[in-house]
């Protein structure tokens, strides 16, 4: 008697992985001798290891619409020639944080890497743009007190606050809005004045 093999999809299986076998050799994948994996597809090639020359757009795509959108903060940089490596200056941090970047993960917003405020400083002078914002009052708490957020009070907690904190190049959001929230992330009660708020 004739046996009958009840597991047709075995076949199947068998004969997707010879199809996914010829696709993935001819696809233009190579590695180089220092491990680098890079992809080509119609004469274009992909890197998939960090260095301080590649192009961040080809994967960070909300990032590089930001910097022609004119709402944007970053698109006023660009336009001065400012590039990603001029902010983004941290080299073993970036490796580090792009070290899965051959594998189908998507790249999402940078967190294992800081970009230093002497970076914005190296322009934008801190006297003068206090003076610019002595009159600004976006940071004003509920009790009337208006600080100038480029001249805060000198303290530790204020200290760590960066440029950053309240410019994000790549968004939308203004420092009119970014400040004040930083400011209430620690001020709680919406109230400047410290121990001010329990008797």
């Known amino acids: 008697m004739k046996r009958v093999d009840k597991r047709p999809w075995l076949a199947g299986l068998a004969i997707a992985a010879l199809i996914l076998s010829v696709v993935v050799g001819c696809s233009g994948v190579s590695q180089s001798q220092d491990g680098s994996v890079s992809s080509s597809s119609n004469d274009t090639t992909v890197q998939t290891t960090w260095s301080p020359d590649v192009d961040c757009t080809t994967c960070h795509a909300t990032e590089a619409s930001s910097m022609s959108d004119s709402a944007c903060l970053v698109s006023k940089h660009v336009a001065q020639g400012v590039t990603c490596t001029t902010c983004h200056d941290d080299s073993d941090a970036l490796a580090t944080a792009h070290e899965d970047m051959a594998t189908a993960k998507t790249p999402t ?37 208006t600080v100038n957020p480029h001249d805060l009070p000198v303290n530790d907690d204020h200290a760590a606050i960066t440029c950053i904190d309240c410019h994000e190049m790549h968004s939308t959001d203004t420092a009119d809005t970014l400040a004040p929230e930083k400011c209430i992330s620690c001020h709680h009660a919406k109230v400047y ?7």
């Open 109 to 145: 917003r940078l967190k294992k890497t800081t970009v230093d405020e002497s970076i914005c400083l190296d322009c934008h002078d801190k006297t003068e743009l206090a003076a610019a914002t002595a009159d600004v009052t976006v940071c004003t708490d509920s009790q009337g007190t």
């Open 193 to 199: 004045q410290c121990h001010t708020c329990h008797d």
